[in-house]
Nanobody, 124 residues
């Protein structure tokens, strides 16, 4: 079982930057990939970014490519999402997710554990 806690959400202006974090509770002894998803009001939850356990492989949604960067610090059991050039359409609740998998795998849908989410609001 992996317990995830997101933090770092808030209010920013269009064009600004924000970094959200996701920490896994307790010690980890198995490899897992991490992903970020988001859900805006009235919209379906969508994949944003993912990173392999090794940290060497990443995947991004087309809508955030070139603006967002996902990274991880396995020593701290923490994954980060750096968001730059933010737009109003980035406004959503951001969720982190985890799944035990191969070291180089970056799933876009098959995640088993989810955090509670953190609100990101981008003002126009």
């Amino acid at each position: 079982q992996v317990q995830l806690v997101e933090s770092g959400g808030g209010l920013v202006q269009t064009g600004g930057s924000l970094r959200v974090s996701c920490a896994a509770a307790g010690r980890t002894f198995r490899s897992y990939a991490m992903g970020w998803f988001r859900q805006a009001p009235g919209k379906e939850r969508e994949f944003v970014a993912g990173i392999s356990w090794s940290g060497g492989y990443t995947n991004y949604a087309d809508s955030v490519q070139g603006r967002f960067t996902i990274s991880r610090d396995n020593a701290k059991n923490t994954v980060y999402l750096q968001m730059n050039s933010l737009k109003p359409e980035d406004t959503a609740v951001y969720y982190c997710a985890a799944v035990y998998t191969l070291p180089m795998s970056v799933p876009t849908t098959a995640y088993d554990w989810w955090g509670q989410g953190t609100q990101v609001t981008v003002s126009s």
